[in-house]
């Protein structure tokens, strides 16, 4: 009798682990990513793992004997596991719940509860699966914050004709040396091997100073740098068929023309979209003609994803796109070909109202 009263003990203590751990993850989704859907999912799941056990609970509650666990001391003299990132917290809470289910699983089948542990058993797998769509929408909430953080003030994109003899990889140094946290390499006129071997210092160079990566067109080499995303136009690769190859984490931009192709942009899947060309712009061949501030007052007011403003725009009429309500605003030749590069960001940033970069 001894035994199987402590076999309650087991169970109560895990029912209060998984609850105890979805709790944690539930708070999570809650409060720092403000996922209400999530939320309720965990919390139902929370409920019904308690309820669901409720006809034994006299017994749980009567085998109860927290002040003599012996594991209580032993738990107090270990040193704590710190968690480092809001992943780490997840990924301990997810395999703290599919060891306690997994427990409680296996010690119904012994008090004959074989119905309630085939109900266990299938909570457990419904975590394994929640655990998949967790960290899939936890890298889409980190990747936003990131985008929402980083894409306010300039938006840098190189371009070596018009550099004025400069290479690239000069131009990003004093990019960097100048404040920009996001920089697209764009270049159409370079071989694969010379381009991949620009990407590769640059995203050495763009590491070691916490500025984020774009790679303009070339997904491969995007892949094989490691760089933090890949910029697509409207006759590149389909937006699903290069997430399927970059995976979850690598952010995919996009240029749009139009509210259709913003609209599509976001459906698809794209983390955030160019606006533009504002302007009449040189700075690309075949580029169509200019969609002037109206589209971007349509963005700014209907699309929610982050947007970078593009497309001849200069120091001398920043102003105007900035009074529309632009946070972020591209220049290319404006800055690769200004005599002093950085001096010429400086004044740019100076201009943004809100004090961004």
Known sequence: MKG???LYRVLDANINRASEGLRVLEDLARFCYDDRPFSKKLKELRHGIRKNISKLLPNLIE???????VGLK????????????????????FKRIQEALRTIEESLKVV?????????????????????EYFKFMVGGNK??????????LYCITSEEHSKG?????????MIKAGIRIIQYRE??????????ECQKIREMTLASNVTFIVNDNVDIAMMVRADGVHLGQDDLPIERVRELVGDEMIIGVSTHSPKQAEDAVKRGADYIGVGPLYRTYTKENVCEPVGLEYLDYVIKNIKLPYVAIGGIKE???DEVLARGAGCISMVTEIVGADDIEQKIGRVKSKFSRGVL
């Open 166 to 174: 400069r290479s690239n990889i000069e131009v990003v140094e004093k």
């Open 63 to 69: 085998s109860r004997d927290s002040a003599n666990d």
């Open 316 to 318: 001398h009429n920043m």
């Open 188 to 197: 159409k006129k370079k071989s694969l091997l010379e381009k991949y071997n």
């Open 144 to 153: 936003r914050n990131r985008l929402n953080e980083i894409m306010t003030g």
């Open 4 to 6: 199987l009263n402590n």
């Open 112 to 132: 004959n509860e074989n119905e309630l542990s085939k109900l266990y058993e299938g909570y457990r797998f419904e975590v394994y699966s929640i655990e998949k």
């Open 74 to 93: 032993t738990s107090m003299e270990l040193d704590i596991d710190r968690k480092t990132s809001l992943t780490e917290l997840a990924q301990a809470n």
